[in-house]
């Protein structure tokens, strides 16, 4: 019954035996208790954009019902119940001078982004998502309620902190807002005939950068379509992205410096940039909030630089032909590999760059020739892999033991400990 699933990715032909859409933490618990009685599993879907499977059984139990937010502005701390996109959360904190550490897309849940650990086009200056983490209210695969933190069920707490598919059912989160109003920010898009120059600009260029400049760039095949913008339609471009939050010591005038190297390596097709509100951080990356049928695939990279942008482009360039709608490669490093207070289970602190591939949304592909071509792009970065993934970009395109292999073995460990301990019976399935 896929039409019952309001979820982004068409890709995965969900069947669930039963669909339930509580609107309560008790209304939640009363389901996993039914569904252990029958045997069954329990699938949380939020907004659907973390699935790289289809839900075959069970019950899917929608998150939607749960959705909302509340914020304390003298806390400065929003609760957000699960289900929750995170345009509702820009739109709820701006008034107040907040913002949250939201991701790229405002059409994805809060709460699954954040389990995943949650990598934000403010990352380099902020942390990871999670970083930002108070509490959290949680149905147990036994059906208990429970208010998970640092001094509440630490065990619990620190599985939420990018241990991705935890032993129960968020329904809310309590979350640190940061004090920031405004984002000089946007990209600046080129013609693929320029890609080479661009790419082996942006590696050198990303590698020198501040912590205050957060950066990434993607190879990007355009439909000749709307929303995308005129000149851009039907085109292979390459789209550099880049936010700087403007606080106190930040100015206009040296954002843009910053970013000014990147401007003069090749003439601009289109340029965004711009100071923006921090609840429009969504248009740094523009991403699609249409739901259509995608496969993906995700790594974490040790070093970009010239020779690994010229794999890529000989792999995925504009000559290649490759039928991927996406090549991302984004810049890490600055907070995001700093320790955490809290210590979590975060996958992704050590990588230099990611990488991330979305191939075109086109179903008579997904077969032979996009997985293909990711296996293609996969070969020639191999030299610069870290071996690891960031559990939220890890893919139907990935190797089945990816997602486990974002953790080193200690940290698999624990996450299996955790579980084992709050669901036991393996009541929760993802």
């Known amino acids: 019954m896929p039409e019952q699933l309001p979820v982004f990715n068409l890709a995965p032909r969900h069947a669930p035996a039963e669909v339930a859409e509580p609107r309560s ?8 208790r039914r569904a252990a009685d029958a045997g069954q599993q329990v699938h949380p879907v939020g907004t659907g954009h973390g699935w790289t499977h289809a839900i075959e059984g069970g019950v899917a139990l929608l998150t939607r019902g749960l959705a909302g937010v509340t914020v304390d502005p003298a806390r400065g701390v929003a609760r957000i119940g699960a289900g929750t996109p995170w345009a509702q959360v820009l739109e709820a904190t701006a008034p107040h001078g907040l913002t949250p550490l939201a991701g790229s897309a405002p059409g994805v849940g809060a709460v699954g982004y954040l389990l995943g650990g949650g990598l934000s086009p403010l990352g380099r200056t902020y942390g990871w998502g999670s970083d930002y983490l108070c509490s959290a209210e949680v149905v147990t695969g036994t059906g208990e309620v429970v208010t998970a933190s640092a001094t509440s069920h630490p065990e619990l707490f620190w599985s939420l902190l990018g241990g991705k598919h935890v ?67 039907g085109r292979y471009v390459v789209h550099v992205r880049v936010a700087v939050p403007l606080g106190a010591e930040e100015s206009p005038v040296l954002a843009a410096g910053l ?34 049928p995608v496969l993906e695939a995700g790594a974490l990279l040790r070093a970009f630089d010239a020779d690994a942008a010229r794999a890529v482009l000989a792999a995925a360039g504009p000559q290649a032909r490759a039928p991927l709608a996406v090549v991302e490669l984004r810049l890490l490093g600055g907070r995001l590999a700093e320790a955490p207070v809290v210590p979590d289970a975060v996958a992704g602190r050590d990588a230099a760059y990611g990488l991330f591939v979305v191939g075109a949304p086109v179903p008579e592909l997904f077969e032979g020739p996009i997985p293909a071509a990711v296996g293609t792009l996969a070969r020639a970065l191999a030299p610069w892999a870290s071996g690891g993934f960031q559990p939220n ?30 669901d036991p019976a393996g009541i929760v399935g993802h």
């Open 25 to 32: 933490a008790a209304e939640v618990a009363a389901v996993v």
């Open 167 to 233: 032993p129960g059912i968020v329904t809310s989160v309590e979350l640190d807002l940061l004090r920031l109003t405004q984002v000089y920010g946007g990209g600046l898009f080129f013609d693929g005939a320029d890609a080479e120059t661009v790419l082996t600009e942006w590696a050198a260029w990303s590698a020198e950068v501040p912590a205050q400049v957060n950066t990434s760039v993607a190879l990007l095949q355009l439909p000749d379509a709307e929303p995308v913008p005129a000149p851009l339609r």
């Open 259 to 292: 970013v000014e190297p990147m401007r003069k390596v090749a003439e601009p097709i289109l340029d965004t940039l711009a100071v923006l509100p921090a609840a429009a951080i969504g248009a740094v990356h523009a991403d699609p909030d249409q739901p259509m």
């Open 393 to 422: 970009f890890v893919g139907a395109l990935n190797q089945p033991a990816a997602l486990d292999t974002a953790w080193p073995a200690e940290v698999r460990e624990r996450l299996a400990q955790v579980r084992a301990t709050y």
